[in-house]
Every structure is written in structure tokens, then in C-alpha cells.
């Protein structure tokens, strides 16, 4: 098992950045597929991006060109950079990490406390 924890949320306005980190504690070695989630109030959780093991990263349509995915290693530490933020990207954001590879879809066994982010028109 793995714990993660968020951190880097808050609030800016549209066009603005923000950069999520997610630390990881524990089974790293094994729970090393990673991936960000959102959930605004009212829907469902929705897949914001992922990495594999070999580093190779996938994202959603409604987030491509804007947001990045990395991850450091040596820090047990996953991050999602956010450019040109929109008011519709206001949610929480949730990092998530398993062992089998579910890509953007909500199965991972492992789930942080997630942080807050909110965009402002």
C-alpha cells in the first residue's frame, strides 16, 4: 500500500498557473502507475492525466496543451503542472497510484485527500 499526499492548490484567475504536487510514502516501488483525477461538485471524478512506469504520459482532451504531468523519482513525488487555467478547471484534484495500469480510469487502489483548486473568471 501506498499513502499520498497533495499539496499546491488554491485559487487564481483564469489564465493563470498553479503546480500540484502529490508525495508519496510507503509501496512506492510497486504502486508506480500514477495519475492525477478532478471532481467538481456535482459530477463525476474525471481523469486529468497519467504516467506509466516507463514515463510515457497521457492526458484528457480537455486538458491537452494546457497541463503536464511529471514525476520525480529520487522524490517519490508527482506533480501536475497547470497552465492557462479556465474556470471550468475548478475542482478537487486527487492523485492516484496502483500497481496495474488503469490509465485515466478511476480504479486505482490508492487515493490522497486531495487538494483544491478554483479558478475565478
Known amino acids: 500500500q501506498v499513502q499520498l499526499v497533495e499539496s499546491g492548490g488554491g485559487s487564481v484567475q483564469a489564465g493563470g498557473s498553479l503546480r500540484l504536487s502529490c508525495t508519496a510514502s510507503g509501496d512506492t516501488y510497486s504502486n508506480s502507475y500514477m495519475a492525477w483525477f478532478r471532481q467538481a461538485p456535482g459530477k463525476g471524478r474525471e481523469g486529468v492525466a497519467n504516467?506509466?512506469?516507463?514515463?510515457?504520459?497521457s492526458c484528457a482532451d480537455s486538458v491537452k496543451g494546457r497541463f503536464t504531468i511529471s514525476k520525480d523519482n529520487a522524490k517519490n513525488t508527482l506533480y501536475l503542472q497547470m497552465n492557462s487555467l479556465k474556470p471550468e478547471d475548478t475542482a478537487m484534484y486527487y492523485c492516484a497510484a496502483d500497481r496495474i495500469a488503469w490509465e485515466l480510469m478511476p480504479n486505482y487502489a490508492n487515493w490522497g485527500q486531495g487538494t483544491q483548486v478554483t479558478v475565478s473568471s
Open positions: 504516467i506509466r512506469t516507463d514515463g510515457i504520459t
